[in-house]
C-alpha cells in the first residue's frame, strides 16, 4: 500500500526545527559573546594578573646571615654555600623507596636517615627536606644524571652557619637550627613586615647571641620574579631586588682569652664572668663543659643529642647564665658593704672569733678556728665566719635583702643573653611564697646566721657575683653586663655602637667602700689568695670562698674523700685588679673541687696576667691548672701575642673566617 505523503506539514515542521536549532545556535553564540565580553572587558585586569602569575613566580631571596666578630675583630660565626639533597614528601610515592633508591646513586648513611626522620616529624609534607647535605661536585653529577628516575627529589645551593672555633664560646654563640613548628606558631604573632621577612627563611637562631639578635644577624629578603615553563621550571628572570645581608655583630668578648680559661678548666665543670668594672663589658664568659655549635646546624642526630642531654655534667647548662650556687665566703665583703652603709657595725668594731659561735642552742662551727679579736677588715682578710654570724643575726634577713637586692643578687641583670635565671636571694616574703605547708612559710631565725657566709638559702650565679665585685670595684656604680657593644652594616660599612643602659649609681661612701677593697685587697697580700698572686706585676684584691654542694649536719666535720665526686664542695673566687685602679673583675667557681685558693683563684690570676700584663700561662702551668694543682704560674709565662692560636683557614664550604674589611 503506497504512503501517501503531506509535503507541507513536513515542509512546516522543518521550518519549526530549524527555528529552533536557529535559536538554540543563537543563545549559545550569545552566551558565549556575553561570556568573552565578561572575560575580555569586565575582568580583563584580574584575569591578566593571574595569567601573568601562571608565567612567572615571584621566589624569595633569603639574605646571608651577618657575621660574629670578637672585639678584636676575629671571626666567631660565618656563613659556607654546600649543595644539599632535599625531598618533598608530598611529592614523592614512596618514601623509603625513594630513600632507598638515592642511597644507590649517591651515598645516603643511617644519621643521614635518622636526621630525615627528625626533621620529618617537625615539618610539614610540603616541606622540602635535606636528606643530605654537602654534597661533593661529584655527587651532585651523579644525581643529575640520574634525576628523572626521583620526582620530588632535588639539589639546591644552601648557605649553612659554621662556627670556626667549634665548642669555644658556644654558650655565648648559641646556634642556628630549622624553624620548628612552635617557632613557625609563634611568628604568625609577629608584624606583617617582621613575618614577610622570613618568607623563604627556613633557620633561626636558637640560643646565645644568634637568638637575641636574630632580627639583626637575618638581615632583609630579597625577590625574584622568574619567567616559569608550563612544567614549573624557571626559564629566565625578569625582575626583582637582590637580598641585603644581615649586619655584622661585635662583641666585647676576648675569644683568646676564652679559650684560655676554657683550657685551664680542663674536665673540669664551672664558669667564670670576666667584666670591665667600669663599663659592663663582658671580657670572658665561660661555662664548662661546651658543647660543639655545629653539630646543630644540620640537625643533630640522637646519638649526639642522647649525649649530651643524659651526661651528667650537663654540657647544654649554661652555667654563667643559668646555673646559681651559693657564695660561700666570697659573700663576706657584700654583706661587710652592708653592715657598714646601714649602719649596723662600724670597721673597727672587734669581734671575738673562738672558732664557733652559739645561736638557740645550736653550735655554728668554723674551719679556721680560733682567730681571736677581728675588725671588719681582718674578718675579710682572714674569712672570719663568727664575725658574719653575729653580723647576719644584727642584721635580719630583710635587711640584709633589702641591701643585697640592688646589687643584683637574686635579680635579672639583664645582660643581652636569653634565658638568664634569677637566683634566690632570701626574705621572709619570699619564703612565704615560696613554701606551701604553713609550717614552712614562717621564717626562723636561726635561719638567718648561715646567711652571713653566703649559706642556706643564697643561690647565685657567677654573672650577679662578678656584676656585684664590678660594683665595689667601681665604687658603688653598677653597671649592666652586655656583650654586643656595636653592629656594622655589611653594605655601607658603617659602624654604629650599642648603647647599654645608663650606669646606676648605689650611692655607696667612699670611705665604706674603701674599707672593703682594703680587706679584699688583704686576702691577696696577706690572706687565703697569698701564695696564687706571689709574684703578680700588679696588687690585686679578692675572696676566696668554699660552698656545700650539699648539706651537712651541724658540726659534722666535712671529708671530700668520704663523698661522690659531684657531692664535694665548690670552689670559688672573686677579684678585680689592679686594686688601686680596676680595670677587670671576675667571678670564678669549680664545681666540686673543694678550696677556693686551690682550685679557683689561680685561674683569676692567669687571667689577670693575660688582661693585665698581656701574659699566657707556660705549656707546663697550664698542665698544673687542669688538674687543680696551680697556685702562683710555673715556668715562664708566653706572651700573648705569640701564644698558638688555632685560627682554621677556612671553614667546611671553602670561605674564608677572615673578618671581612669595612667598606668606607
Do not use: C
Request: glycine share 10%; net charge neutral; aromatic share 8%.
Amino acid at each position: 500500500m503506497t504512503e501517501i505523503r503531506n509535503v507541507a506539514a513536513d515542509i512546516a515542521r522543518f521550518k519549526r526545527r530549524v527555528i529552533a536549532i536557529g535559536l538554540v545556535v543563537l543563545t549559545a553564540f550569545s552566551l558565549l559573546g556575553l561570556r568573552l565580553t565578561y572575560l575580555q572587558v569586565v575582568r580583563h585586569e584580574d584575569l591578566a594578573e593571574q595569567a601573568e602569575n601562571n608565567r612567572t613566580a615571584v621566589v624569595p631571596v633569603v639574605p646571608n646571615r651577618g657575621l660574629i666578630l670578637d672585639r678584636n675583630g676575629i671571626v666567631l660565626a660565618s656563613n659556607y654555600s654546600a649543595y644539599t639533597l632535599e625531598i618533598t614528601p608530598s611529592k614523592v610515592a614512596d618514601l623509603e623507596d625513594t630513600i632507598d633508591g638515592l642511597a644507590t646513586v649517591i651515598e645516603v648513611g643511617p644519621r643521614d636517615r635518622r636526621r630525615f626522620k627528625r626533621l620529618r616529624e617537625d615539618s610539614r609534607s610540603f616541606d622540602s627536606i635535606p636528606i643530605r647535605t654537602r654534597l661533593s661536585d661529584e655527587e651532585v653529577a651523579r644525581f643529575a644524571a640520574q634525576r628523572y628516575r626521583f620526582p620530588g627529589v632535588e639539589i639546591k645551593a644552601r648557605l649553612f652557619r659554621n662556627y670556626p672555633h667549634g665548642e669555644i664560646a658556644s654558650h655565648v654563640l648559641g646556634y642556628i637550627g630549622r624553624i620548628n613548628q612552635t617557632e613557625k606558631a609563634a611568628m604568625e604573632d609577629w608584624s606583617d613586615e617582621d613575618y614577610d621577612n622570613y618568607r623563604g627563611t627556613e633557620y633561626i637562631g636558637k640560643l646565645g647571641i644568634e637568638q637575641s639578635y636574630e632580627k639583626t644577624l637575618h638581615g632583609l629578603t630579597g625577590v625574584e620574579q622568574m619567567e616559569t615553563s608550563a612544567g614549573g621550571r624557571a626559564v629566565r628572570r625578569l625582575n626583582g631586588h637582590p637580598a641585603t645581608p644581615g649586619n655584622t655583630v661585635m662583641l666585647s668578648l676576648d675569644i683568646k682569652l676564652q679559650k684560655m680559661v676554657e683550657d685551664m678548666y680542663g674536665e673540669r665543670r664551672g664558669a667564670m664572668v670576666a667584666l670591665d668594672p667600669k663599663t659592663g663589658e663582658v671580657l670572658a664568659f665561660v661555662s664548662k663543659p661546651t658543647f660543639d655549635p655545629n653539630l646543630f646546624v644540620e640537625g643533630i642526630d640522637s646519638e649526639s643529642w642522647k649525649e649530651l642531654s643524659e651526661s651528667i655534667d650537663k654540657p647544654l647548662l649554661n652555667r654563667a647564665l643559668r646555673g646559681t650556687y651559693p657564695p660561700g665566703s666570697t659573700y663576706k665583703p657584700f654583706m661587710a658593704m652592708g653592715a657598714l652603709q646601714t649602719g649596723k657595725r662600724g670597721p673597727s668594731v672587734q669581734i671575738n672569733d673562738p672558732g664557733f659561735y652559739n645561736f638557740a642552742g645550736h653550735r655554728f662551727g668554723s674551719p679556721e678556728g680560733n682567730i681571736g679579736n677581728v675588725d671588719m677588715r681582718r674578718s675579710i682578710q682572714l674569712s672570719s665566719n663568727i664575725y658574719y654570724y653575729s653580723l647576719a643575726n644584727e642584721m635580719g634577713v630583710d635587711l640584709i635583702h633589702d641591701f643585697m637586692k640592688p646589687m643584683g643578687f637574686g635579680q635579672i641583670t639583664g645582660i643581652d643573653l636569653g634565658g638568664e635565671v634569677r637566683g634566690v636571694l632570701p626574705s621572709t616574703e619570699w619564703k612565704r611564697n615560696a613554701y606551701k605547708r604553713p609550717e614552712m612559710k614562717k621564717w626562723y631565725a636561726g635561719e638567718t646566721i648561715s646567711l652571713g657566709i653566703g649559706q642556706g638559702y643564697n643561690s647565685f650565679t657567677m654573672l650577679q657575683m662578678a656584676q656585684a665585685t664590678s660594683i665595689i670595684a667601681d665604687v658603688g656604680r653598677k653597671h649592666q653586663p652586655h656583650l654586643v657593644v656595636a653592629t656594622r652594616d655589611t653594605v655601607t660599612g658603617k659602624t654604629t655602637p650599642v648603647e647599654p643602659p645608663p650606669t646606676i649609681d648605689l650611692h655607696f661612701a667612699p670611705a665604706n667602700v674603701a674599707v672593703v677593697r682594703e680587706g679584699l685587697q688583704a686576702v691577696i697580700t696577706g690572706g687565703t689568695a697569698r701564695a696564687v698572686f706571689v709574684g703578680a706585676g700588679y696588687v690585686a684584691a679578692g675572696k676566696t670562698g668554699t660552698a656545700q654542694a650539699v648539706t651537712q649536719a651541724q658540726n659534722t666535720k666535712y671529708n671530700a674523700k668520704a663523698l661522690e665526686e659531684h657531692q664535694r664542695d665548690h670552689a670559688l673566687f672573686i677579684a678585680f685588679a689592679p686594686a688601686n685602679d680596676p680595670k677587670i673583675a671576675v667571678a670564678v667557681i669549680v664545681e666540686n673541687a673543694g678550696w677556693g685558693a686551690g682550685a679557683a683563684a689561680p685561674i683569676a690570676r692567669r687571667v689577670f696576667d693575660y688582661w693585665l700584663l698581656g701574659q699566657y700561662p707556660s705549656e707546663a702551668d697550664m698542665a698544673a691548672i687542669k688538674l687543680g694543682k696551680a697556685s702562683a704560674p710555673i715556668g715562664k709565662p708566653r706572651l700573648a701575642s705569640e701564644a698558638a692560636w688555632p685560627v682554621p683557614a677556612s671553614t667546611p664550604g671553602g670561605m674564608s673566617t677572615s673578618a671581612p674589611a669595612a667598606t668606607p
